[in-house]
């Protein structure tokens, strides 16, 4: 019963933003047409809460994230993390893509509800592909702010850290 209310939640939390493409669509994009997309629930133990935390230096806002699995004739493509982050006062939803190489290939907005001159620009979402998930990317050091848009850089990149520690904790060599 716990179980489903947090995933309630979740999905309520996911709905409250104006949805920009879907998830599933943004996976066939990423991986191609022809490949077997499996969206999977995965709620975190306490352990696995506070490792993620320590090792992104972010505060999780949920023990339970949703994860695309990305394959092609039993081959394991990648996957899709889903961080469901608030950037002012209205959530932003972000997909990462990260390779079965542990390499951040690119992100893909899903959901943004703040008004759109704070979306980041296709441009500035490029500093994200190919990047190591070793790497914990900080604003202002490896990845710049966005003139007027500082809070959405800052959500979408301590977004990648939690995508990148969450990746290392339960999908890396799985």
Do not use: C, H
């Not at 979402?125 to 959405?152: C, D, W, Y």
Request: charged share 20%.
């Amino acid at each position: 019963m716990k179980y489903s209310l947090l995933i309630l939640s979740l999905f309520v939390l996911s709905l409250s933003a104006k949805v920009l493409i879907s998830p599933v669509d943004a996976m066939k994009q990423n991986y191609g047409s022809d490949a077997v997309i499996v969206k999977k629930n995965m709620l975190l133990s306490k352990a696995q809460a506070l490792n993620i935390q320590k090792n992104s230096s972010t505060k999780l806002d949920s023990k339970i994230f949703r994860v695309f699995k990305a394959t092609k004739e039993s081959q394991l493509l990648g996957y899709g993390i889903l961080i469901n982050k608030k950037v002012r006062s209205k959530n932003a939803v972000v997909l990462y893509f990260i390779s079965k190489d542990s390499i951040l290939n690119s992100i893909e907005i899903i959901a943004f509800n703040e008004p759109l001159e704070y979306l980041p620009s296709d441009k500035w979402n490029s500093q994200f592909e190919n990047v190591s998930t070793n790497k914990m990317l900080r604003v202002s050091r490896e990845i710049p702010t966005i003139t007027g848009a500082t809070l959405s850089a800052r959500s979408i990149t301590d977004g990648s850290r939690v995508a990148f520690a969450f990746y290392n904790e339960v999908l890396k060599d799985k």
